[in-house]
């Protein structure tokens, strides 16, 4: 079986990308396979233009988004790895999601009712900033709306690993746990 890990983080040595990077070990650990398709090292235009808007109205699927939906189509399962920026992912992961998931592709209308078309497992690996408070639920503020997104789409979703209080310059000792920890996910992705 094989994954795609999407992961949105500016920098090439990020800990998202380090996280998606032990991700995929884990995975292959357990016999399968991982490909990690960074957003902003591919370069991809997370920006929807009108053009594309017309085109969707006549079904019409650009080039660049039909590979992407190639590359996904020939995946058993995804995996989005991001920072928490103001609630949402970074835009680059939002604008992938927005582009790539069209209708016809990821979701068809049946009777009257919308039906998900990309039966696979998701999990989300985030990285939030602050820590878990009690006077407000974060986890439903920030990875709800992504998950739902994805079970729209007809995505079963794993219970996301989400970090709280991560930096990159977290102390080793807690990030060595929370790799530890995506390397374990990885392992029962497809258990
Ligand atoms: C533009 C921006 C917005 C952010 N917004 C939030 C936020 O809404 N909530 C939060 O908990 N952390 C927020 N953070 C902190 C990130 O979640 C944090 O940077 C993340 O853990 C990734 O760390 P790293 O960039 O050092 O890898 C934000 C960071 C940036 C750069």
Redesign the pocket.
């Known amino acids: 079986m094989k994954v795609l890990i999407v992961t949105a983080?500016p920098?090439q040595d990020?800990?998202?990308q380090a996280l998606a990077e032990r991700f995929a070990q884990g995975i292959a650990a357990a016999g399968h396979e991982a490909e990690i398709a960074n957003l902003y090292h591919e370069g991809f235009n997370p920006v929807v233009s009108i053009q594309e808007m017309d085109d969707w109205n006549a079904q019409h699927i650009s080039p660049t988004i039909q590979a992407e939906q190639a590359r996904l189509q020939s995946r058993d399962g995804l995996v989005l790895a991001y920072?928490?920026?103001?609630?949402?992912p970074p835009a680059m992961l939002t604008g992938w999601m927005q582009r790539v998931f069209t209708l016809g592709f990821a979701f068809a209308h049946n009777g009257g009712r919308t039906e998900g078309r990309l039966k696979i497992p998701a999990q989300l690996l985030v990285?939030?900033?602050?820590k878990q408070r009690e006077d407000i639920d974060?986890a439903t503020l920030?990875l709800e709306p992504i998950l739902g997104v994805l079970r729209y789409c007809g995505m079963d979703t794993h219970p996301t690993q989400a970090?709280?209080?991560?930096?990159?310059?977290?102390d080793p000792a807690t990030l060595g746990a929370v790799l530890d920890e995506a390397f374990e996910n990885g392992k029962r992705f497809f258990a």
Do not use: E, K, M
């Open positions: 983080h920098r990020s800990f998202t920072p928490v920026w103001w609630g949402t990285n939030v900033g602050s974060l920030y970090n709280w209080g991560i930096y990159a310059n977290t």
